[in-house]
């Protein structure tokens, strides 16, 4: 195997924000293939791409852009097993740039284009990150030369090295490296650091910080059928409205458990949604070869003391330990014992890990392992399972508040409702409640997809806040609209007020679609109950959202693969 080395721009580099635009000004008039293969030159070791799909490709990768028709793009993405893992993962990151360079483009100037950009590299928070992020892939370059668990870190090498595959190919140099390259802290590393910057910002004392308090990421369901005829998975993201640039994606990518080699990984096939130049899902909802689907609600962290525990070393960052634990685990606990290591106590979620090997339809009794809970905060992580609950009330909802005691009190939420009422609490929440009244109605995927997408604040009781002015608010229900907020409101925090943000897809898997990789999503704000979004007329409208449709009615799609 070829031996890939990590090495990091240093502190006297070219400034960072140089570095992007030098990366994304030639993509942005560039001509773009949706089919392209990544061909090794067998004479020169050269990698070049060609828009076709060829059999002999070392990967290979085909976009579908349906953005304006139906609201999503589709990637499918495939390595070649009869070449070696460090080759496979770094043409996979080039085939993927290639065919949807365009969509990075339009996604990195509506999302992170300001963010410790030219006029904010030099200041002191930027500074803090970039020192952060420099001093964390330099310890993961010792650890993977030092190769004292060799499946690990040959997973985290592998993640690094398509990144960098990703980069070079945007750029439009493709090299790939033979002892050693280099990864920008402000490249498209960010692109994948979206959740870790949420803590990274708080426990590096961001005082330009853009989140407000209370701020709620995300809804899930797992609903057990009548008669256990069924399982039901499904997720709703919550996110600014300027993040809607999506992707549905494939990866095959038949990774080895080594670098010696060994058996392929049981995660080798994993579909999930995504966003262009993210190389993981980031909402996050996987469905995955070995049997497994993972998605997670983000819970935070409202305690500074627990801040101490994020450092960089021993710290693997969580986009990349969700990565390795989704390739190498074959069930629940396993998922749980991988993913726990180096708690980098950023992007702090309850994670459901749903093992549909251990679900047989309409059996009665209570299949252990079938669904796994875990929560991370910094400095702690806690799993159990909890198949015997999911059958004892015929549901698991997750709505951004923790659910173990010990997360709950040490996180600070605890506090925060002494302070604020309900709201925070884990059972009178008001998502915890409409969760509690509706999920008997859900009977099939049609009635699953009703709930996930359920905004009726003006007229349910459950979606008043009655510290509000006016009374019934929009970030109330499982999929929020919090644009459709009075402006002219008072509201006791942050998130209760008037922003883009809300409830920006839904996707929903079962025990039949999950075998076949499918599943059914829809992208953009619910409207099923509230006027639709709709950019042109939204008090958001100069905010920049290229590449977006203007106004945002679409219907749930199947996604289904060849």
């Not at 085909?62 to 495939?78: F, H, R, S, Y």
């Not at 001093?135 to 190769?147: I, R």
């Not at 997670?296 to 986009?319: A, D």
């Not at 007229?459 to 006016?470: A, F, G, V």
Request: aromatic residues 12%; glycine residues 6%; proline residues 5%.
């Amino acid at each position: 195997m070829t031996i890939i080395q990590l090495h990091v721009i240093s502190e006297m580099a070219v400034p960072s924000w140089c570095l992007l635009l030098v990366v994304l000004l030639p993509a942005a008039g560039r001509a773009q293939s949706p089919v392209v293969s990544v061909i090794l030159d067998p004479q020169t070791g050269n990698l070049s791409t060609v828009p076709e799909k060829r059999t002999d490709a070392v990967a290979w990768a085909v976009l579908k852009d349906g953005i304006q028709e139906n609201g999503w793009a589709v990637l499918e993405l495939e390595s070649n097993k009869n070449y070696n893992d460090s080759i496979q993962a770094y043409a996979a990151g080039v085939a993927e740039a290639a065919v949807s360079q365009r969509l990075i483009y339009m996604h990195w100037m509506n999302t992170m284009v300001n963010y410790c950009g030219p006029y904010k590299y030099e200041t002191p928070y930027c500074e803090r990150l970039r020192a952060y992020l420099q001093a964390n892939l330099a310890w993961m370059q010792e650890q993977m030369e030092k190769s004292e668990d060799q499946e690990y870190w040959h997973q985290v090498r592998l993640a690094l090295l398509q990144l960098k595959g990703l980069e070079d190919s945007y750029d439009g140099i493709i090299s790939f490296p033979q002892k050693k390259f280099t990864l920008s802290p402000f490249g498209f590393l960010l692109f994948q650091l979206g959740g870790d910057l949420e803590d990274l910002e708080a426990a590096l004392n961001n005082s330009e910080a853009q989140s407000p308090f209370g701020s709620g990421s995300c809804s899930a369901l797992i609903k057990l059928l009548p008669r256990n005829k069924d399982l039901l998975v499904s997720h709703v993201t919550w996110n600014t409205y300027q993040s809607m640039l999506r992707i549905i994606k494939k990866y095959t990518l038949p990774f080895r458990t080594s670098p010696k080699g060994g058996t392929v990984v049981p995660g080798w096939a994993q579909t999930f949604s995504s966003y262009p130049g993210t190389i993981f899902s980031g909402d996050d909802f996987y469905q995955l070869s070995s049997g497994l689907v993972t998605l997670e609600t983000t819970i935070g962290n409202s305690n500074p003391n627990l801040w101490k525990y994020i450092q960089p070393q021993n710290s693997v960052l969580e986009w990349l330990r969700n990565i390795v634990a989704n390739r190498l685990a074959t069930g629940g606990q396993e998922w749980v014992d991988i993913f726990k290591m180096f708690n980098s106590g950023t992007y702090n979620n309850q994670w459901m890990i749903v093992d549909y090997n251990k679900f047989h339809a309409g059996a009665a009794e209570v299949p252990s392992g079938l669904l796994t809970i875990l929560e991370q905060i910094p400095g702690m992580v806690i799993a159990e399972d909890k198949s015997d609950l999911l059958y004892q009330t015929g549901y698991w909802a997750s709505y951004n508040v923790p659910y173990f005691t010990e997360i709950f009190n040490a996180s600070g939420q605890a506090a925060l409702v002494e302070q604020y009422g309900d709201w925070f609490s884990y059972s009178k929440t008001p998502r915890a409640q409409i969760f509690h009244r509706n999920q008997t109605f859900v009977q099939d995927l049609s009635s699953m997809v009703k709930l996930m997408r359920y905004n009726d604040f003006l007229h349910d009781p459950l979606s008043r806040c009655e510290s509000c002015t006016p009374k019934q608010n929009g970030e109330n229900a499982i999929s929020a609209r919090s644009d459709l907020n009075s402006a002219n409101g008072t509201y006791p925090f942050g998130a209760m007020r008037q922003r883009q943000h809300g409830g920006t897809d839904m996707k929903v898997t079962s025990y039949d679609f999950a075998k076949r990789h499918i599943m059914m999503a829809v992208n953009g704000p619910t409207w099923d109950q509230v006027p639709p979004f709709e950019w042109s007329t939204s008090p958001f409208r100069n905010l920049t959202h290229m590449g977006h449709p203007d106004l945002w009615k679409f219907n749930p799609i199947v996604i289904r693969w060849d």
